[in-house]
């Protein structure tokens, strides 16, 4: 997929106007991508332990508008849960088309993601309002080159009357390697980053809320073009882990949770 070009960064550097270094395109043109995630769930409870694991497959849409802002959607999408009680393939053509709205700088922040309201079926399996948090590689002030290398901290917090949501990311950056996607130059940029997060909400259907405190870290890679101002693609792992406590009529009971996950995305024409 990756194919590595014999010009070095410094002349890709000399070739290309410096604003396109260090910042997303302009341009007003749908950009698509392709995106799979899998993601593996244990519950520690104490009369054992609950293994889930969730498949996410969809095709997105992404325009960025005037004024440092985007909208996007899912073109299609498929998600499946599997767990002790069987398999959940929850319909997902109502959820195809609808809005998300958000801010996107021309160095890939995303802020006040408005997202829509989605069906009660796929709230049972997956949230999917999160889906452009940490969609983006967050690019630097200075030129990208073989070599540069930066770091960012982000915050984002999201709360209701119901929920609550706040997510701590410590990411590190390193410009790797030089490389070209379909006859595009592009660079390798690898990521660790370091994962705090904290979640209080109701469950779907259910007289009952759940409070968590999870950590961990990922890592992977992001496939950047400054000639053209676009992300290419991204690969990431990860895992996170800690305690849950589920409260409700039938009282509080305490769990710990370790989620281990994989996710890709590639740009499509």
Sequence with gaps: MLRTIL???????????????????????TLRFRET???????????????????????????????????AWFDSLAISAKSPQGEQTPPTDSALKRT??????????VKNVSSPQWPVGLQAVTDLSHQFDDFFLRLPAKPLAVGAAWS????????????FSRWVRAADYR????????????LVISVKQKLGVTLSQPVPGQQMRTDAQLSGEESGFFVFSPKTGRLLGRRQEGKLEGPVKAS?????????????????LDSLK
């Design 7 to 29: 010009t070095s960064a410094v002349l890709i550097a000399c070739a290309l106007p410096a604003r396109a270094q260090t910042t997303y395109a302009s341009t007003r043109d």
């Design 37 to 71: 995630r899998q993601g593996h769930m244990t519950l520690t409870m104490p009369q054992g332990e609950i293994p889930i694991a969730v498949d996410q497959r969809a095709t997105i849409s992404v325009v960025r508008l005037p004024g440092d802002s985007a909208r």
């Design 100 to 109: 998300f709205r958000f801010g996107l700088d021309s160095r890939g922040r």
């Design 152 to 163: 960012d901290t982000t915050t984002l917090t999201d709360s209701t009357t119901e929920k």
């Design 175 to 186: 410009v790797e390697r030089d490389t070209t996607v379909d006859a595009v130059p592009a």
């Design 248 to 264: 409700g009529a039938m009282g509080e009971i305490q769990m710990n949770q370790s989620i281990s996950y994989t996710g890709t």
